[in-house]
Antibody
Framework: EVQLVESGGGLVQPGGSLRLSCAASGFTVSTNYMSWVRQAPGKGLEWVSLIYSGGNTYYADSVKGRFTISRDNSKNTLYLQMNSLRAEDTAVYYC?????????????????????WGKGTTVTVSS | QSALTQPASVSGSPGQSITISCTGTSSDVGGYNYVSWYQQHPGKAPKLMIYDVSGRPSGVSNRFSGSKSGSTASLTISGLQAEDEADYYCSSYTSSSTYVFGTGTKVTVL
């Protein structure tokens, strides 16, 4: 079964750091395009970050310079390192998959939508 | 990247059809046929309902359909059912190779 399970959320003080994890099963993280999406309490969805199968990374302006997306291929796990946290970073954080289109030698973007989502992990930034 | 614009709420009676709009710019909705729609029930993760403007994933009811004209995409739910009551978000690929989501629409079944 294709599945994503987030963990690592919790309560952190402003200015603090937290690392979120997203464990994948049923598919390989490194051959797909993985995003983090967040949702502040009572608010809408906000795309946060994306990592390409080739390793390129992209960030929303609201987190650029503070958050780092990465993955561990041996653990088939996606991460989001969050530093200099602010109250406005309080949200449920979801990881999501954009399926990669892969040949025998490489993968590229082809399916521009997120077809698999985790259940989310809650981050609260407060003193 | 500014959020795509959706109506805050839309309502309809069971069996009726409703349409949710999603307005962007030439850098997102208007520039690509990569608009997707997600359904989210309270406390749950988003679920993909429509991809590539009008594609429907396996398992999604054919009561859900999508379209696009210029920089405005639309999601239509026909034969409205109680289980369709949820929040709906559009999303688009952008010229920055990223995603942008809509502001979200709460659908109420009267």
């Amino acid at each position: 079964e294709v599945q994503l399970v987030e963990s690592g959320g919790g309560l952190v003080q402003p200015g603090g750091s937290l690392r979120l994890s997203c464990a994948a099963s049923g598919f390989t993280v490194s051959t797909n395009y993985m995003s983090w999406v967040r949702q502040a309490p009572g608010k809408g969805l906000e795309w946060v970050s994306l990592i390409y199968s080739g390793g390129n990374t992209y960030y929303a302006d609201s987190v650029k310079g503070r958050f780092t997306i990465s993955r561990d291929n041996s653990k088939n796990t996606l991460y989001l390192q969050m530093n200099s946290l602010r109250a406005e970073d309080t949200a449920v954080y979801y990881c999501a998959r954009e399926l990669g289109y892969c040949s025998t030698t490489s993968c590229r973007r082809y399916y521009y939508y997120m077809d698999v989502w985790g259940k989310g992990t809650t981050v609260t930034v407060s003193s | 990247q500014s959020a795509l614009t959706q109506p805050a709420s839309v309502s309809g009676s069971p069996g009726q059809s409703i349409t949710i709009s999603c307005t962007g710019t030439s850098s997102d909705v208007g520039g690509y046929n990569y608009v997707s729609w997600y359904q989210q029930h309270p406390g749950k993760a988003p679920k993909l309902m429509i991809y590539d403007v009008s594609g429907r994933p396996s398992g999604v009811s054919n009561r859900f359909s999508g379209s696009k004209s210029g920089s405005t995409a639309s999601l239509t739910i026909s034969g409205l059912q109680a289980e369709d009551e949820a929040d709906y978000y559009c999303s688009s690929y952008t010229s920055s190779s990223t995603y942008v989501f809509g502001t979200g629409t709460k659908v109420t079944v009267l």
